[in-house]
């Protein structure tokens, strides 16, 4: 196991989750196979029963498999016989579908995030929250990309972000808008000059740490809650992601009324979002053409441009 986790980090993988549910796995075979060498069938579905046991979504039995599967691979690669869980044996799980905000929402779910009121107990809250949720938004990070950063990933002169080690284990620099760059100035000016400030995240959380995603989830549903947008329930959203996904759409719908070129500018979107693949960011047309109907003609020229037709998996993971 510990070959193969250095084997995916040695190309780029940071392999965190997957790591930890391989020592799982390894836990649980010796415990319920003991002697075990390598992945059986019966401990590949005994490990599946047991997720099942507790009630787990089909989403999260994918991702418990998921790993057992490669390792099981990865071992027959090397010379040991091992049990590869055939694909199409677990349900798929449902697919999500983006939240896409109107642009009433965002104005109210941004009006909330500015009346974030102090907290002593979270004495940097009400300076944090405004800006990091439209620097989620205005620059279409991913949560963690945001969160992440460090005070010098931030360069307030020439506001360029740099994300580090962000999905698939890429750097890269993200200019912002005049708008932001003063935004963001302003809120380190402010929040510097508080006592709680430590000088290591832009966006503190407690004892020198990171805020965590936990922090931003109940911020975040805290806000929407104020701004009157429904929350679907679990698995459904909205979720703070969806913010990357509008910013997406919203920039394709402004490049259709302004009768530009979109198929060119895709692999701008592309390289701005961190996107390994010009079908992710294709994913977000057919996404445009569903938000927005009046434009679907226009999107599906620009599709045929760029890329085949989209498959459901292509909606993950962006």
């Known amino acids: 196991m510990a070959a193969l986790v250095g084997q995916k980090r040695a190309v780029g993988y940071k392999y965190l989750a997957e790591a930890h549910t391989l020592a799982r796995f390894e ?20 490990w599946i029963a047991a997720a099942r046991r507790r009630g787990v979504k089909p989403s999260t039995v994918q991702s418990l498999a998921a790993p057992i599967r490669e390792l099981a691979r990865w071992l027959n690669s ?7 869980l055939p694909a199409g044996m677990l349900p798929q799980p449902t697919r999500y579908v983006p939240y896409i905000y109107t642009d009433t929402e965002l104005a109210a779910f941004f009006t909330q995030t500015d009346r974030c009121h102090y907290c002593s107990q979270v004495p940097l809250r009400h300076l944090i929250m405004p800006v990091l949720f439209r620097t989620i938004y205005a620059c279409g990070l991913r949560c963690s990309e945001a969160r992440l950063l460090r005070v010098e990933d931030v360069e307030l002169t020439t506001g360029v972000l740099q994300i580090r080690d962000a999905k698939g284990g890429k750097d890269r620099q ?3 808008s005049e708008a932001l760059r003063v935004r963001l100035a302003d809120y380190h000016d402010r929040a510097s000059a508080h006592p709680a400030w430590e000088g290591e ?9 990171p805020l965590t995603l936990v922090n931003v989830y109940h911020n975040f549903r ?14 459904h959203g909205p979720r703070v992601h969806d913010l990357r996904h509008v910013f997406a759409v919203n920039n394709l719908r402004a490049w259709f009324a302004q009768g530009q070129d979109v198929a060119a500018l895709l692999p701008v979107l592309q390289t701005y979002m961190g ?3 010009i079908a992710d960011t294709a994913y977000y047309l057919t996404l445009t053409a569903e938000s927005y109907p009046d434009i679907t003609a226009r999107v599906q020229q620009a599709i045929g441009d760029v890329v085949p037709p989209i498959t459901e998996e292509q909606g993950h993971g962006h």
Not at 201 to 209: E, L, M
Request: net charge positive.
């Open 275 to 277: 996107h390994s693949s």
């Open 222 to 235: 805290r806000f929407l809650w104020q701004a009157r947008i429904p929350h679907r329930g679990l698995g």
């Open 201 to 209: 995240w832009f966006f503190p959380g407690h004892s020198g740490r």
């Open 174 to 176: 993200v200019p912002v």
């Open 27 to 46: 836990i649980f075979s010796r415990t319920e196979f003991p002697g075990l060498e390598t992945v059986s069938e019966e401990s590949v579905q005994a």
């Open 78 to 84: 090397h010379g040991t016989t091992a049990y590869v």
